[in-house]
């Protein structure tokens, strides 16, 4: 398996199709809220399975991680975590000093392992509950 950054305009195509299967096929997320203008501005990861792109994530210029996904036959293998840390490592590099995101609810054991802490009260978005959550870099 391969996770790095990659360039957005090289790889929007890999990008959107996973972000699409997760969000907008399996969590019924409206198609107009998987895009939106950030993503030209956006750090993008992505990991590499057998030659296929299977997970993404992005870190805005302002430190918000967001919108990682992985494909559901690569889930519980090891593959969000390296995702989320190439992420981390990204924010680092560019002199974050926290990061934060918007996690669904059912998500937060895996944040919480990566050491991000929940702050606030869970809230919808596109019908799914979420909460923030930080991590001081």
Known sequence: ??????????????????????????????????????????????????GWAVATGRLTPEGRI????VTQPLRRRGVGRQVMETLLAVAKAEGHRQVVLSAQC??????EK?????????????????ITMYKDL
């Open 66 to 69: 967001g919108r990682v996904s």
């Open 1 to 50: 398996m391969w996770v790095g950054a990659v360039p957005y305009r090289r790889h929007q195509y890999d990008i959107h199709r996973i972000r699409q299967s997760v969000f907008v096929c399996e969590q019924h997320v409206p198609l107009a809220f998987e895009t939106d203008q950030l993503d030209p501005h956006c750090q993008h990861v992505l990991a590499y399975w057998n």
């Open 106 to 111: 059912h998500a937060i054991p895996f944040y």
């Open 114 to 130: 990566l050491g991000f802490y929940a702050q606030g009260l869970v809230y919808q978005s596109v019908g799914i509950d979420h």
